[in-house]
């Protein structure tokens, strides 16, 4: 059976989950996992509570630029997926139920943190990328796809539909006659055809997966911190309205207080005198 092989980054896990696996590595990237190969990875909310965790976590550590999104394969049916969407096992009236009992759409806050997240996120498919699933892929910053990945969209089949993300953002990025054959007819397509239609960056052997994302994101480490998150938020704000605009203000108001400028208004309240701006002039 074909697997990808271990990549050459020394992975430490990270805290305890039951249903995914986070791991870290000293370059400053960390591996994300949806674990749940027996449901094809299709998440509960559970699996998206943890998720946002390790998301949060990778956000608030100075130390990592670079995200690697996956999901643990193969099944025991030898089947591999990256996520399979929402498990419908667990699918009540107004939502997904909890352990609580409690119907949830929690996932459309990780989608939203994943897309406001500072760092380059970079899905890894292999296997489904189907419903849900295929949306968080799209919302990743780059994707790369193994040769046996799957996508597709099965929302009007079972009742579903994203009309966020999962349907204007798609639409930004393959045009809106692709994604409107995507989402009327629920149709597959391959990995090939997915990068045909600019849905994924690049295929790449199965055995090779895993490696492949390592070398991107160490190529990423490699540049200005500062410029990608600017970047990546002045990308947002093109597609994302007035919140797209505030995390682009976001940014800037981030270098501001790290100038000399900024420190200046700062002291001068702290230290109740009026500030000196004479040192910032008015350039063109």
């Known amino acids: 059976m074909l697997t990808p092989q271990p990549s050459s980054a020394r992975w430490i896990p990270q805290g305890s989950y039951s249903d995914i696996l986070f791991d870290l590595c000293e370059e400053g990237i960390a591996r994300i996992t949806i674990n749940r190969p027996h449901k094809r990875n299709a998440f509960r909310p559970r699996t998206v ?11 608030d550590n100075p130390a990592i630029g670079v995200v ?29 139920v909890d352990d609580e009992g ?11 943190l994943i897309r406001s997240l500072p760092k380059v996120v970079i899905a890894l498919v292999a296997g489904y990328a189907i419903g849900g699933g295929q949306v968080l892929h799209l919302l990743c910053d780059l994707s790369i796809a193994a040769e046996n990945a799957v996508f597709g969209q099965t929302g009007p089949r079972v009742g579903s539909f994203d009309g966020g993300f999962g349907a204007s953002y798609l639409a930004r ?24 239609m600019g849905l994924v960056n690049q295929v790449v052997p199965l055995q090779q997966l895993e490696a492949e994302g390592v070398a991107w994101a160490r190529e990423v480490l490699g540049h200005s911190p500062t410029a990608i998150r600017c970047l990546k938020a002045a990308f947002n704000a093109e597609t994302d309205g007035m919140a797209g605009l505030q995390e682009l ?7 501001f207080y790290r ?26």
């Open 49 to 59: 509570s943890e998720l946002f965790d390790a998301f949060s976590r990778v956000r």
């Open 68 to 96: 690697l999104f996956t999901g643990a394969g193969p099944a025991a049916d030898g089947g591999w997926a990256f996520c399979a969407g929402g498990d419908q096992s667990v699918r009540g009236d107004g939502g997904y």
């Open 102 to 112: 409690l119907p949830r759409l929690n996932v459309l806050d990780l989608q939203r």
């Open 173 to 196: 990025l393959v045009g809106q006659r692709k994604a409107r054959e995507i989402w009327f007819l629920c149709r597959q397509y391959s990995a090939e055809q997915a990068l045909a």
């Open 249 to 255: 203000a976001g940014q800037a108001t981030h270098l």
């Open 259 to 284: 100038t000399e400028e900024g420190r200046e208004g700062r002291n001068a309240f702290l230290e109740k005198r009026a500030p000196d701006f004479s040192g910032s002039p008015w350039l063109p």
